[in-house]
């Protein structure tokens, strides 16, 4: 973990915990990072689920790969080390969300393992759960919704992920969601009864 640069700084807590915050609450909140290829279904299923729990009353918020780059991560473009520090400001981010009593819910490429793993060691045991949505390249060129894989192999996108940059699929995700095969309500419904086998959300 770096250390940070400012050397005059002292960590301050509160005094409302995360079990008291989770009491009140009735669920536990964690990090739901859906990672793949762009077109796999992340962003979708993300969205779809942020709704599924908050119908049942579970304080949940997306936080998407294009939007973030709207705003906190405007500055960084897409070579290896911006993507690093990419992932690595909104881990940061996520581990505050969840802090607070949200499911949030992480809709990013995130390519890199290292990346992913570095997000999951800042965070309690349990808070990250790793969803890889595990769709062929060859699916995701033919949605391609923004046109982005037709751009890259036309040259017009460097460093594009599956095209000329690379992809590392998780090694022991905790959810695989096969977004090639599974309707979006057969994911969406493997996501919820992951959540409530393990506790973190009541049986609806």
């Not at 250390?3 to 960590?11: E, G, K, Y």
């Not at 599924?52 to 579970?58: F, I, Q, S, T, Y």
């Not at 936080?63 to 973030?68: E, K």
Request: glycine share 8%; proline share 6%.
């Amino acid at each position: 973990m770096a250390t940070p640069t400012s050397r005059n700084i002292v960590w301050h807590p509160g005094t409302v915990t995360r079990d008291e915050r989770e009491a009140i609450l009735g669920y536990k909140s964690c990090t739901l990072w859906f990672t793949g290829l762009s077109a796999s279904g992340k962003s979708t299923l993300a969205v779809a689920l942020e709704k599924a729990l908050w119908d049942r009353g579970v304080r949940a918020y997306v936080l998407d790969g294009d939007n973030v780059r709207h705003g906190l991560n405007k500055d960084l473009g897409f070579s290896p080390e911006d993507r690093t520090e990419n992932i690595r400001r909104i881990g940061e981010v996520a581990k505050l969300f969840t802090d607070a009593g949200v499911i949030n819910i992480t809709a990013f490429i995130s390519p890199y393992r290292a990346d992913r793993d570095q997000v999951r060691a800042i965070m309690r045991p349990g808070d990250f759960i790793e969803a890889y949505v595990d769709c062929p390249i060859e699916v995701c060129e033919q949605r391609d919704p923004k046109g982005l894989y037709q751009k890259a192999r036309a040259g017009q996108i460097p460093e594009f992920t599956g095209i000329t940059a690379p992809y590392e699929p998780p090694l022991n995700p905790e959810i695989v969601l096969r977004t090639d095969r599974e309707s979006e309500s057969e994911s969406l419904t493997n996501v919820i009864s992951y959540l409530e086998g393990r506790g973190y959300i009541s049986r609806g």
